[in-house]
């Protein structure tokens, strides 16, 4: 095996197939990268930066019992293809706003033969009013997206009652989550936890925001990215 099999053997024990296959997809980011620009991580460091730290501990114990997941924002495709690959039997739904984005996210799609994952280009705020998305998923996954005052009311229209949020942060998260709060009502949200994890370094300041919705999200949410913004 090669390093980067070495490494995802050594930190998850994954099968020999799941390995395989999320090292397929790591040759396709990056031979893509050369001419999409699609992440700024270095080849050496991805298994880190976008694989392990997708795959947290946090994340896969909270996907155990999900049937069906959306990725707001995926670009490159992490964490919902990584996470796709390795729960083949939940119903990945990718948002995305950006054609080249898109564009990747379907080719790599494709030539994984991933079955149980899809991609839509669209903006989150409006996807999210669709009757086919509106509080239709259990949970809801961002990664390096916005703030979380911001990232929440973008995100909670996706969500069934009882669902969650599952949000990838740095930092800042603790103050980020103070922040957003004046908003949880107004978005049916309880419940936060924030929970470091590290994937890469011991001083890594990496957290899981989990959020847990009550109830059902008044019509008017998610308002526009404009007002959103205004509002933060």
Known sequence: MNEFANVLQDKTGFSKEIIQKLSDFNDLLYIKNEVLNLTRIKKEDSVYRNFLDSLNSIVMSEMKAAKKVVDIGSGSGFPAIALAIVFPHIKFTMVETTGKKVEFLKEAIEKLQLKNIRVIKGRAEELAHDKLHREKYDIITARAVA?????????????????????????????????????????????????KYTSFKEDDELYMVIIKKYGELYAMYPRSYSKIKKSN
């Open 147 to 195: 703030k979380l005052s911001v990232l929440a009311e973008l995100t909670s229209g996706y969500v069934k009652v009882d669902g969650k949020l599952l949000l990838y942060k740095g930092m800042n998260a603790n103050t980020e989550l103070e922040t957003a709060k004046k908003m949880f009502q107004q978005l049916k949200l309880e419940s936060a936890k924030v929970i």
